[in-house]
């Protein structure tokens, strides 16, 4: 009796597994036109050339209830709240997908075209440069659509697995740095893996991931940097099959080594580290798919919610003022549009808003997408909570809002702790209970996809 019990549960998992319908698709998004690359101030003249073209994909999934989700993910250094506003409210107008069920993630790439509202303060842009920005910001959202749009119409049988592997190149970039090394340095170094079959068992798309930045580049060629090489790497191994890459908590982790200097002799080897760790990435992914993986079984299960991040005392005007006429162009940008706002509104914020997202796949699979650059320690953190096996942590979705610290980084400070706030307009650092609210709004979205 007990064999036949288990048969039957086998056999009804397999059925909820092979219940889905999954379209993919891919926009080009490389720009026809030279652009401000994004990423690194030091950055003096516009692009020259295309290294590698980039690309805005979209894998959609559709439950054996009817229910769709979308992930999109991009080629991009991130995306701004507006921007992301924008996107889903026309993709629910045209395309009746409610805001929980489309999650919008960027590679963080800083090889990519700067955007008018990512990182504002950041760049000092000449009017003819700015226009070439504006234009391209403009056209993004379209393109963003269309591959949404296109993933939906292609929507056909398939299942769904998942399972993990290892990467090694990240390090946290902390240890990298003069007088830090001596601080903690985790690394998230999972590969995270979704595997799409069609009804044939064929793979048709794969949707990885890792924690770390795409900096191995930082020239003047349009590129994905490894984050790139690593997809085009899995969809030369796997014909007609379409690599998406969703950036996960990976903003105290560097691709390590790189060469950032200004010798020119030096460029040839940064395309080569580049590609080197594409191609690692995309052996992880690969020993993932060749190996046991478990299949996933629906309904699919979403949530959204913003939650406000408390701020420490912001600066005094006075503060700001001699800031605002200092030799730092950074800072006195920053200090000038802490000024205009505290003119504007008589005062600073005191509080930063915070997209989250929680997906739950049947009782097989969870994703948790935050906003910002989330250090590694939230990837640990709710995978310990949530588990191990079958958590995925994402960071860099719907809004690259800033460095997101853990309370551990907060406490020792430095750049993505207390000091690399001026390019994203935040007044002062965020306050101690920063990662207990971020993981008090997981745990109820989480609590929301339970029903």
Known sequence: MRTILALLLAACTLLGAGSWRAGVARVDVTPDEPIWLSGFANRNRPSEGVLQRIWVKALA??????ATAVIVTSDLQGFSRAMSDRIASEAAARYQLPRERLLLNASHNHSAPVTKDVLPLYYDLAPPHQAVVDRYTAALPGKVLEAIGAAIANLSPGTLSFEQGLAGFAVNRRRSRPNTRHLPGPVDQDVPVLAVRDASGALKAVLFG?????????GYQISGD????????????????VALFLNGCGADSNPLPRYHGTDPDLAPYSVALAESYGRILGAAVDLVLHGKMRLIGGPIRCAYGVTELPLQQPPLREVLETAANGRDALKSRHARHLLAQLNRDGKLPTRWPCPVQVWRIGSDFNLVALTGEPVADYGFRFKREYGWENTWVSGYNTDLTAYIPSLRVLKEGGYEGTDGLWEYGIPAPFGWAVEEVIADKVAELFARCAH
């Not at 890792?210 to 930082?218: D, I, V």
């Open 61 to 66: 999934l559709e439950d054996e209830t009817g």
């Open 226 to 241: 490894w984050a790139g090489y690593a997809q085009a790497a899995l969809e030369d191994k796997h014909p007609g099959t």
């Open 210 to 218: 890792y924690s770390c930045h795409t900096t191995t580049l930082a």
